[in-house]
């Protein structure tokens, strides 16, 4: 009997990859939400499998963001494989993670985002160093994203990148303590370190040092939903 799972191989001999030029439109109608791949220049491009540590820190940064956008009203984070067709150039990236604000919710279609989203997050593995650090941070300044978090767990390091008034981007200092203030959502911000640390830290907790809440709180909500402390 043969294994459960498969590789990028696996892949290409069960789900045949079109052969030369597509249009966006006919790279949607043969990608599904099982397929990891981008349109760029018109031909389809697989992605790898992501690592487990990969994994772990975009699970975090979606469950911080998620609530934190969720509950204040911003708007929606979305996360791989969904597709972002990006203006003025032949590209159509599937970030790890992306915010689309509620003002430019018009943009979301079912199966893509038709436009820049307001924040893009790319979590970097072994397989797609350049393609990061230099591909898409091109595609993203000269498409309009206007804020890129380029996150590095090979080397423990982070960059966060904002377009300034003439549309290129600007890498942004950390404040001190190590910290990001984002542009897009609106007083959010983020300490480094705590990508790093293994295991990652409770997002709740982090949500709670960020808008100021009290320790007392979130621990008393993380044991009610452990199921700690209910009377019998």
Known sequence: MKAVGFSISDLIETKRV???????????DWCDEDTWAEWVDGEIVLMSPSSTRHQRISSFLEK?????????????I???????????????REPDLLFVAYSHA????????DGPADLVIEIVSEESIDRD????????????????????????????YQRDDTGQYILVDLAPGGIYHSL????????????WQEPLPSPL????EITGAPASV????????????LSG
Do not use: C, H
Not at 78 to 92: D, H
Not at 106 to 113: E, K, N, P, Q, S
Not at 149 to 157: F, R, S
Not at 218 to 229: D, K, L, V
């Open 184 to 195: 897009a959502i609106s007083d959010f911000w983020l300490k480094v370190n705590w990508l």
């Open 64 to 76: 911080v963001l998620g609530l934190y956008t969720e509950l204040r009203g911003l708007g929606e």
């Open 218 to 229: 979130t621990e008393a909500f993380e044991q009610a939903i452990a199921g700690e402390n």
């Open 133 to 160: 650090y230099e591909k898409k941070l091109v595609d993203y300044e000269r498409g309009g994203v206007p804020e890129y978090w380029l996150i590095d767990p090979l080397e423990k390091e982070a960059f966060f």
């Open 18 to 28: 079109p052969q030369g030029k597509v249009t966006f439109e006919e790279f949607l």
């Open 78 to 92: 979305l996360r791989a494989p969904f597709a972002m067709r990006l203006p003025f150039v032949r590209r159509g």
């Open 106 to 113: 018009a943009r979301l279609r079912d199966t893509y985002l």
């Open 205 to 208: 907790r982090i949500l709670a």
